[in-house]
């Protein structure tokens, strides 16, 4: 009888044992909203500066042009769209107010609005000629995903820097957010205050942009009809700006921020571009940048536009670094993206599909050097679902897996992912190349430090028998989405 209950026993360890080995490791927080891991996976969008200043030549308006300046001659919103999606954009944010006033939707709320203008296009349901009413439309057709820019300053308004001003701003806001269906995302910059038009008062006006403008009331605005749209400022809630208007994340670069620290203006460029270590909420990093050296069309500027090449690259330092790419497309003053933005544009997207057309390691062999369980699988790591992964033991912060090649192959880039839904963990890692008969380092002219929703290496080309992923240093048990090699 004993032994027949010390057998049970030790059946009871080891069903229990084998149980917890395919449990998923706990979550390390900070986490992301559901929202915010499907916003990471549209990587890359489209932003359209378009206004009063393509007419002005200026970037900054100071609010005193006349509406009627805006006169685009042969304006086509679907050719802005079919453009974003030939280029492979998942979604398109509009400037649908700049810090010169100037709205380009037809706001009841100040005549310095698009249908003072001398445009005279398509017209809405109240027969108003409705630039944001178009881009819905055309963005319903084309299967993109539609988001906003309304400036929180305000050349043009003669309260600025009141009260008066803030109950405005709220109003324009809850205009937007409620009458153009279903928004992405909703852009908050961080220039505000100094000097404008102020309804002919021509002065500089300071405000404290911490609390000036009562951003609590503005994300409840947004969050109450709008509660699946990413928020963007330099504090986030939803994705913060990443400190530079390059369009380059931090090789290092966590999807933390410390929330009540960073705010609209936060001088500290650093911590934009690389999170924060010790943050307290997951807000990822957007890059920003523009196609042209201006936001806003220049004619001069034709000749300066962003080769393929060099869009590309801004792809791998930005999607490519835990961040995702919003890139700007000036409409030019006939109300189209210029021939020359557009051939590159696409052109750029051709590069990234053919880089990443054969995952090399879809027919490897797979080994880890400890794993979870069947259920959690570095085998897994090659059947592209989002869901599945491979995790460590509770306790095991490093770890490896080792892809072998049937035969010698040529590599030149790698991809790797973590499950995010369960927090960003990985700290260091490191990868190596089985060339010949010795483990060589590779070494990508970066440091390889955090990997996130997504980190892409670009090394010299060379034949390996096998690639080694190694995880040197995390938050916690290794949990891995995805490894792919090119």
Same mark, same amino acid.
């Given at each position: 009888?004993?032994?027949?209950?010390?057998?049970?026993?030790?059946?009871?360890?080891?069903?229990?044992?084998?149980?917890?080995?395919?449990?998923?490791?706990?979550?390390?927080?900070?986490?992301?909203?559901?929202?915010?891991?499907?916003?990471?996976?549209?990587?890359?969008?489209?932003?359209?500066?378009?206004?009063?200043?393509?007419?002005?030549?200026?970037?900054?308006?100071?609010?005193?042009?006349?509406?009627?300046?805006?006169?685009?001659?042969?304006? #086509?919103?679907?050719?802005?769209?079919? *453009?974003?999606?030939?280029?492979?954009?998942?979604?398109?944010?509009?400037?649908?107010?700049?810090?010169?006033?100037?709205?380009?939707?037809?706001?009841?709320?100040? #005549?310095?609005?698009?249908?003072?203008?001398?445009?005279?296009?398509?017209?809405?349901?109240?027969?108003?000629?409705?630039?944001?009413?178009?881009?819905?439309?055309?963005?319903?057709?084309?299967?993109?995903?539609?988001?906003?820019?309304?400036?929180?300053?305000?050349?043009?308004?003669?309260?600025?820097?009141?009260?008066?001003?803030?109950?405005?701003?709220?109003?324009? &806001?809850?205009?937007?957010?409620?009458?153009?269906?279903? &928004?992405?995302?909703?852009?908050? #910059?961080?220039?505000?205050?100094?000097?404008?038009?102020?309804? =002919?008062?021509?002065?500089?006006?300071?405000?404290?942009?911490?609390?000036?403008?009562?951003?609590?009331?503005?994300?409840?605005?947004?969050?109450?009809?709008?509660?699946?749209?990413?928020?963007? %400022?330099?504090?986030?809630?939803?994705?913060?700006?990443? =400190?530079?208007?390059?369009?380059?994340?931090?090789?290092?670069?966590?999807?933390?921020?410390?929330?009540?620290?960073?705010?609209?203006?936060?001088?500290?460029?650093?911590?934009?571009?690389?999170?924060?270590?010790?943050?307290?909420?997951?807000?990822?990093?957007?890059?920003?940048?523009?196609?042209?050296?201006?936001?806003?069309?220049?004619?001069?500027? #034709?000749?300066?536009?962003? *080769?393929?090449?060099?869009?590309?690259?801004?792809?791998?330092?930005?999607? =490519?670094?835990?961040?995702?790419?919003?890139?700007?497309?000036?409409?030019?003053?006939?109300?189209?993206?210029?021939?020359?933005?557009?051939?590159?544009?696409?052109?750029?997207?051709?590069?990234?599909?053919?880089?990443?057309?054969?995952?090399?390691?879809?027919?490897?062999?797979?080994?880890?050097?400890?794993?979870?369980?069947?259920?959690?699988?570095?085998?897994? &790591?090659?059947?592209?679902?989002?869901? *599945?992964?491979?995790?460590?033991?509770?306790?095991?912060?490093? =770890?490896?897996?080792?892809?072998?090649?049937?035969?010698?192959?040529?590599?030149?880039?790698?991809?790797?992912?973590?499950?995010?839904?369960?927090?960003?963990?990985?700290?260091?890692?490191?990868?190596?190349?089985?060339?010949?008969?010795?483990?060589?380092?590779?070494?990508?002219?970066?440091?390889? *430090?955090?990997?996130?929703?997504?980190?892409?290496?670009?090394?010299?080309?060379?034949?390996?028998?096998?690639?080694?992923? %190694?995880?040197?240093?995390?938050?916690?048990?290794?949990? &891995?989405?995805?490894?792919?090699?090119?």
């Amino acid at each position: 009888m004993k032994r027949i209950i010390i057998s049970f026993l030790h059946f009871f360890i080891i069903s229990f044992l084998a149980q917890a080995q395919n449990t998923p490791p706990a979550p390390i927080g900070p986490l992301p909203l559901p929202k915010q891991v499907e916003w990471q996976k549209m990587e890359t969008y489209a932003f359209v500066h378009y206004g009063l200043n393509s007419f002005t030549d200026k970037e900054w308006g100071y609010g005193d042009a006349d509406p009627k300046t805006f006169n685009p001659s042969r304006m #086509d919103v679907e050719q802005w769209v079919r *453009t974003f999606k030939q280029a492979g954009m998942k979604g398109v944010i509009i400037v649908a107010k700049h810090h010169d006033g100037f709205t380009m939707w037809p706001s009841p709320l100040t #005549d310095y609005n698009i249908t003072r203008s001398s445009y005279d296009g398509p017209k809405n349901k109240d027969g108003k000629v409705d630039v944001l009413a178009e881009l819905r439309k055309a963005c319903d057709k084309y299967g993109l995903k539609m988001g906003i820019y309304l400036s929180p300053w305000d050349r043009n308004h003669a309260e600025y820097g009141r009260q008066e001003y803030v109950d405005y701003y709220h109003k324009q &806001l809850t205009d937007l957010v409620t009458n153009y269906g279903p &928004l992405f995302e909703v852009w908050l #910059d961080g220039a505000n205050g100094g000097d404008g038009y102020y309804g =002919g008062a021509r002065e500089t006006r300071k405000i404290d942009r911490r609390n000036y403008y009562d951003f609590p009331k503005i994300h409840s605005i947004i969050e109450e009809h709008q509660p699946q749209a990413i928020i963007f %400022s330099d504090g986030g809630p939803g994705c913060r700006w990443v =400190g530079n208007e390059r369009g380059v994340a931090g090789s290092l670069n966590w999807s933390f921020l410390r929330k009540k620290e960073v705010y609209p203006g936060y001088p500290n460029k650093q911590d934009l571009e690389q999170g924060q270590t010790d943050g307290d909420t997951w807000i990822p990093a957007e890059c920003d940048v523009s196609i042209r050296p201006g936001w806003f069309y220049h004619p001069e500027e #034709d000749s300066k536009v962003k *080769t393929p090449e060099q869009l590309a690259d801004l792809y791998y330092k930005s999607v =490519g670094r835990n961040a995702t790419f919003l890139l700007n497309f000036p409409v030019d003053r006939e109300g189209r993206v210029n021939a020359i933005d557009s051939a590159n544009a696409v052109r750029f997207r051709q590069i990234i599909d053919v880089d990443m057309k054969t995952n090399l390691l879809r027919k490897a062999k797979v080994t880890a050097s400890s794993e979870r369980g069947k259920k959690f699988s570095a085998k897994k &790591l090659k059947d592209g679902k989002w869901d *599945t992964y491979w995790a460590t033991p509770d306790g095991e912060n490093s =770890g490896s897996v080792t892809f072998t090649f049937s035969k010698p192959t040529k590599v030149h880039q790698l991809l790797l992912q973590e499950y995010i839904p369960l927090g960003q963990r990985v700290k260091s890692f490191t990868v190596e190349a089985l060339v010949g008969d010795r483990w060589k380092m590779v070494d990508a002219g970066e440091p390889t *430090t955090t990997i996130g929703y997504k980190r892409i290496l670009r090394f010299s080309a060379l034949e390996a028998s096998a690639i080694r992923v %190694s995880i040197t240093d995390a938050r916690g048990p290794i949990c &891995l989405n995805n490894i792919e090699a090119y």
